[in-house]
């Protein structure tokens, strides 16, 4: 029954923005940490930022740092990355993640195993 589900994905000249969406259902949560990753054909997929349940721990790639900002409203089950300053680099499959009942986002994050994964939205970012 939990999912998790992106959206605000598509195709953006280099230095514009956009906004992703992850609305997440069956599961509590204000119980659980939230990630954005990325994946792009022929690499390993990315940790790109991670949020506390209460948003009040964030953490970035260094790729991203300064240009993305992670989000979440409690009130709306719903996660937000802010992408702005786009680069063709960014092009990737983006993905949101879910982990219940820890504190992660002020460890290695990236490289734990996450409880819900969405099934992607494709950002591509043309030069």
């Known amino acids: 029954q939990a999912q998790v589900v992106e959206s605000g994905g598509g195709l953006v000249q280099a230095g514009g923005f956009l906004r992703l969406s992850c609305t997440a259902s069956g599961l509590t949560f204000d119980d659980y940490d939230m990630g954005w990753f990325r994946q792009a054909p022929g690499k390993e997929r990315e940790g790109v930022s991670c949020?506390?349940?209460?948003?009040?721990?964030?953490d970035y790639a260094n790729s991203v740092k300064g240009r993305f900002t992670i989000s979440r409203d409690n009130a709306e089950n719903t996660l937000y990355l802010q992408m702005n300053s786009l680069k063709p680099e960014d092009t990737a499959i983006y993905y949101c993640?879910?982990?219940?009942?820890?504190?992660?986002?002020?460890?290695?994050?990236?490289?734990?195993?996450?409880?819900?994964w969405g099934q992607g939205t494709q950002v591509t970012v043309s030069s």
């Open positions: 949020i506390s349940w209460s948003g009040g721990t964030t």
């Open positions: 993640a879910a982990r219940g009942l820890g504190d992660y986002c002020s460890s290695s994050w990236w490289e734990y195993e996450w409880d819900y």
